[in-house]
């Protein structure tokens, strides 16, 4: 080999090498989110043979994201086969549910202008094209003999069809000269806006109610059940198919109503009868019958802000409660989710939020410990079991990974990953694993946290850091996929998420310790919880700390910058509070500060102006980058405006980004241009102040 050949030969082996490190050291940029593939509902048949689910793709070049009904074959417990496609790939379909003998499978699919989306196709022969049931048009509920189906609709003689009906209200005292030229709205009510609906609420007068309907799964004409002034929803059918139970809250109409008034009801089919279940004081919601039909189990929470729990009560012939209703999780800490039955008719299962993870849990009917199902730093969905109780489908994500599909047994043993829709796009990125960090507050309270180092990350290197803050303030943080920390540790950050107090996942006291005190007393535990991070991670520069957060996470990002503006050097603040009194009188949630606060601005006017960033607005010194939906009726945009003005007043660099056509919810179910334009609007803003001389 001659000398040149040599060299030539080190170069490209050096090249080659240096692309290789480089291509492995890609971590995830804001437009991945094109190649995430999004999987949910999973329904797992009576027998265990097959699981529905839906796989959601990003259609990048339509600004748009496409649902399809998938299906996994399984024998033993086991993958038969790879997951397909089971309907039409040119239509959008969601919401799988199966007959009780597994034979149908019904999907919310609209198909042209048909507004009937309700569809049904038969698993086994003869198969064929998706078909509709005549009559039916809303999502089915089959009796336990699947000879009739039970669904809640607004009767169709109620329907409104005019598109104006209820922009004046009835009870307005002006006038107009000339109805057909005011295409405004008169407004009496309160509730005459929703997050999430661009267009205003009409008048309640003409908001009719859903009623419960019957159908045979023939099809036919339905029989309306039931003819009462609050909507029906929340369906089950007794063991025995001759009666309906459900909740409705009759108050609900009630704008100034603020107790908990959900009860339940059941409705003898065949005198039509309907009768309160249980006299108690709070919500009522959730009726699950076990499979003999002996027991109900239900969800109770008493007032807003106490604890919701489980209760039992035997159900006599009569299909009323025939004897004490016991409380089965008085002595648990945590808030149970979605409640079922295991076939055993012995054990009530739920699901519930824990340290940062979901999972499934048990208690016996005649009561005892709750007992955890499910393990591991991880969030589980969408559980179904099979008839006989035997396997259970789920999706799962972590820190690292967005949700795929899961088979196991009952008692979670045996589990196996049935879908791997993202393997292979992630494979060529470099993702870090959340690193689980605790401190202990003054008042002796432990919160917990996790660490993301950036990507490529090298010991005794200095890198910036971005303290991430989640909204509610009763969310939580977690092991669960979010991409926003994976894109900046991807831009060289360390990414810290803790879970203050009041976060939810860990016990009642916890999640409203803050009541009366937002970010009185949560901020102790975000700036106790960076110096807890500083010691541990030496390699963060205390110079170079950013934060952001959205919601109540934007409220903090406010009131931290504004409180200890020493310590944070850029800030990026989404769909944000920054004026409490403002905010009460435009956003659609003011039960919320209502109960948080102790009452209305002018009951407590002192606290109102006391937690509001405003108020010492003129500390901050951050850089600063806000992002607000235009249609964001919980957080309205006008508090974005205030903190815009009053920062760029005292000249602190600042830029407003102002979403069109979105809501609250823009982050997460925004349209995709939008959302993936936010992701690298925050990672280049941060960029430019944290990792760049300025």
């Keep these: 080999m001659t000398k040149l050949s040599q060299i030539l030969l080190l170069l490209f082996i050096s090249t080659f090498c240096l692309t290789f490190y480089l291509h492995a050291q890609t971590g995830i940029q804001p437009e991945d989110y094109y190649k995430t593939v999004f999987v949910g509902s999973s329904e797992i048949s009576p027998n265990g043979d097959l699981i529905a689910f839906t796989k959601t793709v990003v259609k990048e070049e339509d600004n748009s994201r496409h649902t399809e009904v998938w299906m996994q074959k399984i024998r033993n417990g086991r ?71 039970a669904f809640t609709r607004v009767p169709k003689d109620q329907e409104v ?20 030229r005011f295409d405004g709205r008169v407004i009496t009510q309160m509730r005459y806006k929703s997050d999430g609906r661009s267009s205003w609420l009409p008048h309640p007068s003409v908001n009719p109610k859903r009623q419960l309907h019957i159908i045979s799964a023939d099809g036919g004409e339905p029989e309306i059940i039931t003819d009462l002034p609050y909507h029906v929803g929340q369906i089950e059918w007794s063991a025995d198919g001759s009666r309906i139970y459900f909740s409705g809250d009759p108050e609900e109409d009630d704008e100034y109503n603020t107790d908990l008034t959900r009860n339940l009801y059941v409705t003898d089919l065949e005198s039509g009868e309907t009768t309160i279940l249980i006299e108690m004081d709070g919500n009522q919601s959730s009726p699950q019958i076990s499979e003999n039909g002996s027991y109900l189990a239900f969800s109770h929470t008493e007032e807003r802000g106490a604890e919701t ?17 016991a409380n089965l999780t008085s002595d648990w800490d945590l808030s149970p989710g979605n409640i079922h039955w295991t ?20 208690v016996n009917h005649s009561g005892g410990d709750v007992r955890q199902v499910t393990l591991g730093d991880r969030r589980l969905s969408s559980i179904s079991t099979t008839s006989d109780g035997r396997y259970m489908a789920y999706t799962s994500t972590d820190a690292t990974t967005p949700d795929e599909l899961f088979i196991s047994r009952n008692n979670g043993n045996q589990e196996v990953q049935l879908s791997r829709f993202n393997e292979e796009w992630m494979a060529d990125r470099s993702i870090n694993p959340a690193e689980q960090i605790t401190w202990t507050v003054e008042d002796g309270t432990e919160i917990e946290g996790w660490v993301i180092k950036p990507v490529g990350h090298e010991e005794g290197e200095s890198y910036p850091m971005i303290l991430k803050i989640h909204g509610g303030p009763h969310s939580y943080y977690g092991n669960t996929w979010f991409q926003t920390f994976h894109v900046l540790s991807a831009s060289g950050f360390f990414v810290f998420y803790p879970n203050p107090r009041g976060s939810s996942s860990y016990g009642h006291e916890f999640t409203y310790a803050t009541k009366e005190q937002w970010g009185l007393m949560d901020e102790e535990d975000f700036m106790t919880g960076l110096d807890a991070v500083f010691e541990k991670y030496p390699d963060v520069d205390p110079e170079r700390v950013g934060v952001s957060g959205g919601s109540y996470g934007g409220f903090m990002t406010n009131w931290l910058t504004a409180r200890f503006p020493d310590r944070f050097a850029a800030a990026n603040t989404s769909r944000s509070i920054s004026n409490w009194k403002s905010w009460y009188g435009a956003s659609d949630a003011q039960g919320l500060t209502e109960f948080e606060f102790g009452g ?11 937690l509001s960033p405003i108020n010492y607005v003129e500390n901050v010194t951050a850089p600063t980058l806000i992002i607000h939906s235009e249609e964001d009726w919980r957080t309205p945009v006008a508090d974005a405006e205030q903190w815009y003005i009053s920062l760029k007043k005292m000249e602190v660099p600042v830029e407003f980004i102002r979403y069109p056509r979105s809501s609250h919810g823009l982050s997460r179910t925004g349209e995709p241009w939008l959302l993936v334009d936010r992701l690298e609007r925050i990672r280049s803003w941060f960029d430019y102040w944290l990792n760049e001389e300025n």
Excluded: C
């Excluded at 069809?161 to 057909?180: H, M, N, V, Y």
């Excluded at 729990?309 to 209703?325: C, K, S, T």
């Design 343 to 362: 076939p055993n008719n012995r054990t009530v299962r739920f699901t519930a939020q824990i340290r940062g993870n979901n999972h499934l849990f048990e």
């Design 161 to 180: 069809e005019e598109d104006r009906s209820g922009w004046i209200a009835p009870d307005a005292i002006t006038t107009t000269l000339d109805s057909a």
């Design 600 to 610: 209305a601005p002018w009951e407590e006017r002192e606290l109102y102006r006391e």
């Design 79 to 149: 993958a038969d086969g790879e997951p397909f496609r089971f309907t039409d790939p040119s239509v959008q379909s969601s919401n799988p549910q199966w007959s009780p003998d597994g034979e149908l499978l019904s999907i919310q699919s609209r198909r042209g202008d048909d507004s009937n989306t309700v569809r049904f196709i038969r698993v086994t022969a003869p198969g064929g094209e998706a078909f509709q049931i005549e009559g039916l048009d809303q999502t089915p509920v089959w009796s336990p003999d699947g000879e009739k189906i």
């Design 309 to 325: 729990d489980v209760m039992v009560v035997q159900i006599g012939n009569d299909g009323m409660p025939a004897g004490e209703i």
